[in-house]
């Protein structure tokens, strides 16, 4: 089954785009005729938000040739100064630097912008970036609520932009095999898929109010989110497990299983959801759940139903098909002799997923990889580990123009984004969540709809994600 997106994508190239005229008058922006693309024209890129995941970013779409790191933003000073000399020990040339993402998106001269600021900025920035004529690549999650993400895709087709998802594991060819052979039916009719993210997180603790870091716009960084008082753990990383700004680890590593999860079962929207779990064992600021159980019913065209299960756990893990991430010590093969018997070497990190059909199951691992397991014995099926690259994908689509080519488009990772704002929605109501996969609403729930649309956190002006766009 194809999700509703990929309809909707063809719908909207075969009917052709709207004219220049229309869209400008809609939000009174000058639209540029589409640029042609020469076979020796530098793409020049900007990277907003180069601390973390920004500097992967850097990096990456710095290795890509015939591209061009022509601007970086952050809103931290001490960020950009280590970036200038990341960059120059890289020899990518020193680009123009901004702090506020408005005045980067009026330079003319970039072509596309990459984000990888907190989860509370992507959409914003990516409908800002779109308006502008920019193509955009979005980190993960797409968006910090339904809604968001609703107008970033709006915004996408509207101005006809490149939009990618950056939920890398879609480029990785290991990956595109193991979802061509489900197709295929290597393991029969598939019913089932688990997403799991296991990984080692300790305690935040409980940070103090302080003054805000020399050199750091807060009040830009905030954005969006509600304006609070300066804490170290509603800052840099700890971000992700406060609620006005992230999505805890269901929308942070969970966000690539929970893709891989879905595209696996070949389902778009879910028909019913249902979350419980909580944070256990510390007492600290952290405000998102460290466990997570989640499970999701998809009503399937041919009157059969599917299932996705999700799972988070931030302290023990196990080794589960093997399916770890490198570098985190996973490995069922790595024993030992201890006290007289074999004993597993555990993993520090068990992030992949389990996809069962009628004819055996199949592990997508850490390791852009899969394997299969056939029959009740679980003999050893096809198997192929191979990686692809994300960058490269995006910056060949900036220059074909081709929407098609799109290897995580927008609007898949909106509807991935989606379970994760419904799983955390129905975690945080306390009750299941019956869904309208076509009018993309919670029914019967109005209160559940406020929390999809943000209105549980509000919208903090001028930083408001427009009715229209």
């Given at each position: ?15 052709g ?8 008058a ?7 005729p ?8 530098r ?15 850097l990096?990456?779409f ?13 809103i ?10 990341d ?7 020193k680009?123009q ?12 001269s970039?072509?596309a ?7 509370h900025?992507?959409?914003?920035m ?6 502008a ?19 970033l ?19 990785a ?17 598939v ?15 409980i ?34 497990w406060?609620?006005d700004?992230?999505n ?11 893709d ?5 079962l ?7 959801i249902?979350a419980?779990?909580g944070?256990?064992?510390f007492?600290?600021?952290?405000q998102?759940?460290n466990i997570l ?15 996705l ?8 893990s196990?080794?589960?098909?093997d399916?770890g ?6 490995g ?11 004993h597993i070497?555990?993993?520090k990190a068990m992030?992949?997923n389990?996809v069962?059909?009628?004819?055996g199951?199949?592990?997508?691992t850490?390791?852009e ?13 096809p ?18 123009r ?8 927008i609007?898949e990772g909106?509807i991935t984004a ?10 945080r ?19 559940a709809?406020r929390?999809?649309?943000?209105e ?6 001028p ?6 766009v």
């Amino acid at each position: 089954m194809e999700s509703d997106s990929k309809v909707n994508r063809r719908d909207f190239l075969r009917t052709g785009i709207t004219t220049s005229a229309s869209l400008a008058a809609l939000g009174g922006i000058t639209i540029l005729p589409e640029k042609v693309w020469g076979a020796n024209d530098r793409v020049r890129m900007a990277v907003a938000g180069i601390r973390g995941r920004g500097g992967s970013h850097l990096r990456g779409f710095g290795q890509v040739p015939g591209v061009e790191i022509a601007a970086i933003c952050d809103i931290d000073d001490s960020v950009i100064s280590k970036r200038l000399e990341d960059m120059a020990g890289w020899n990518l040339p020193k680009p123009q630097v901004y702090k506020d993402i408005r005045k980067l998106l009026e330079d003319k001269s970039i072509d596309a912008i990459s984000i990888a600021t907190p989860n509370h900025w992507h959409s914003l920035m990516g409908i800002w970036a779109c308006q502008a004529g920019k193509d955009v690549y979005v980190e993960k999650p797409c968006s910090h609520c339904w809604w968001e993400g609703h107008q970033l895709v709006a915004a996408a087709r509207q101005y006809n932009r490149i939009a990618m998802h950056g939920t890398q594991g879609r480029s990785a060819e290991g990956y595109i095999e193991g979802v061509r052979k489900l197709r295929e039916g290597v393991i029969g009719d598939v019913y089932l898929s688990r997403g799991l993210c296991f990984k080692w997180r300790d305690t935040i603790g409980i940070a103090k109010v302080e003054p805000v870091p020399a050199g750091v716009d807060y009040d830009l960084w905030t954005g969006p989110a509600p304006l609070k008082p300066f804490t170290k753990n509603r800052f840099h990383y700890n971000w992700h497990w406060i609620w006005d700004t992230g999505n805890g680890d269901v929308g942070n590593q969970g966000v690539h299983e929970m893709d891989m999860a879905r595209w696996a079962l070949g389902v778009g929207f879910p028909n019913k959801i249902s979350a419980i779990g909580g944070h256990v064992m510390f007492k600290d600021d952290q405000q998102t759940p460290n466990i997570l159980n989640c499970s999701f019913e998809f009503d399937m065209p041919d009157g059969t139903r599917r299932i996705l299960e999700f799972e988070v756990r931030h302290w023990m893990s196990n080794t589960e098909a093997d399916i770890g991430l490198p570098g985190f010590g996973a490995g069922a093969a790595n024993l030992s002799e201890t006290a007289g018997h074999a004993h597993i070497k555990q993993p520090k990190a068990m992030c992949g997923n389990l996809v069962y059909g009628s004819k055996g199951y199949m592990a997508l691992t850490g390791y852009e990889s899969y394997r299969t397991f056939l029959g009740e014995s679980n003999e050893p099926g096809p198997s192929a580990t191979r990686g692809g690259n994300n960058w490269a994908n995006f910056i060949n689509c900036v220059r074909s123009r081709k929407q098609e080519d799109i290897p995580a488009p927008i609007e898949e990772g909106h509807i991935t984004a989606t379970l994760i704002h419904l799983a955390n929605t129905s975690y945080r109501l306390g009750r299941t969540l019956k869904f309208d996969p076509v009018n993309q609403k919670v029914i019967g729930d109005e209160e559940a709809n406020r929390y999809l649309r943000g209105e549980d956190r509000g919208f903090r002006k001028p930083f408001t994600i427009p009715e229209k766009v």
